[in-house]
């Protein structure tokens, strides 16, 4: 989520190193990670519940501790009451963070098998040019009226062409997701605005990035421009509503190279200074899935005082063993 020259290079080779081997898709699409792990939750006693930005005012849930996903500033600034914010240990915290950009993404859905179309189970990353400095910096400081003209990159997948169970569930039919950025200054004028009722002002200059972006797709995928059926545009504000993301943001907080010196690494831990609530999630660890998940263990090992990469390392070892006498 960050230019080159403030991305740390414990980041970057954190994030290679994830994805030498390879990666993998769940089949039937990532709402399978959800739907096989709320009923383990639910098995122990816990629930999964949603549509609630508000909660705080409307129930009490107790419990011996408690672990934050929502973010550094969603925990601290809008869940927490102020004389909790006052905290230095808190302030200390949020001293250190600063908001991630903005992400803008389009969804795509097409008529034609992966085949028809030529869409392929492969991730693109696509640049204007080789100066990844001078081109997001550019765009970052244009107008949002000469913003789509700018596009510094695009991140374009075919999530259907991945799944291997998608042809005989959706036969004839396929979807692609886009990914970049966009400040959320652009569209802060209607942040009070009800979703889907922004006015047109709003959705002609939505409207004018998701026709930048599909331009550039269309030169790597020519044979889906006369086949779309639904194409579907999000801004930060997007974000805002349906991941509560304050500033539209889908990395966190900003993992520049900032974020990555000792004192923010020793300051921004899974304690914090409100006895038996904890933080997980990327804003611990690193932006993405992968640090998310490095997130989660590190806040485990809090939990639990016991390192669980330890735990991992030998299971790692068991599992291997046992393959082996197969």
């Given amino acids: 989520g960050v230019v080159p020259s403030r991305a740390s290079f414990s980041m ?18 990532a709402g399978e990670i959800a739907f096989h792990t709320i009923p383990v939750i639910r ?8 549509k609630a930005p508000k909660g705080q005012d409307v129930v009490n849930v107790f419990a011996p501790i408690v672990i934050s996903d929502a973010g550094i500033f969603n925990t601290y600034q809008r869940l927490l009451p102020a004389e909790a914010r006052a905290l230095p240990g808190i302030r200390s915290q949020l001293r ?18 992966r085949e028809e179309l030529g869409v392929e189970p492969t991730n693109y990353f696509m640049y204007p040019g080789n100066d990844l400095d001078e081109i997001m910096n550019r765009y970052l400081a244009s107008s949002r009226e000469e913003a ?21 569930r959706h036969p004839g039919k396929s979807t ?14 209607w942040k009070d605005k009800q979703v889907n009722k922004r006015g047109d002002d ?16 269309f030169k790597l995928y020519p044979r889906i421009e006369d086949r779309i059926e639904y194409i579907s ?17 889908i990395y966190g907080i900003d993992h520049g190279i900032a974020r990555m010196q000792a004192e923010a690494i020793a300051t921004v831990r899974a304690q914090t200074a409100v006895p038996n609530l904890y933080l997980t999630g990327q804003d611990l660890c690193l932006g993405g899935f992968m640090g998310a998940l490095q997130g989660a263990l590190i806040c485990a090992s809090a939990v639990l005082q016991r390192n669980l990469y330890i735990d991992l390392a030998q299971l790692k070892k068991r599992t291997e063993a046992t393959n082996s006498k197969k």
């Fill in 12 to 29: 970057h080779s954190i994030l290679v190193n994830h994805f030498l081997s390879g990666a993998w898709y769940p089949k039937g699409g």
């Fill in 43 to 50: 098995k122990s006693g816990g629930n999964v519940l949603g």
């Fill in 96 to 113: 250190l963070a600063t908001h991630g950009v903005g992400g803008f993404t389009v969804f795509v859905g097409l008529n034609g098998s």
């Fill in 148 to 168: 789509p003209k700018n596009m510094p990159l695009l991140f374009v997948t075919c999530p259907s062409a991945k799944d291997p169970t998608w042809e005989t």
């Fill in 176 to 189: 692609l997701a886009i990914v970049t950025f966009a400040k959320y200054e652009w569209f802060e004028e």
């Fill in 202 to 217: 709003y959705e002609e200059l939505k409207k004018t990035f998701v026709d930048a972006i599909m331009q550039t797709v």
């Fill in 233 to 249: 545009g999000g801004t930060p504000l997007t974000n805002q509503h349906y991941i509560g993301s304050p500033k539209g943001e």
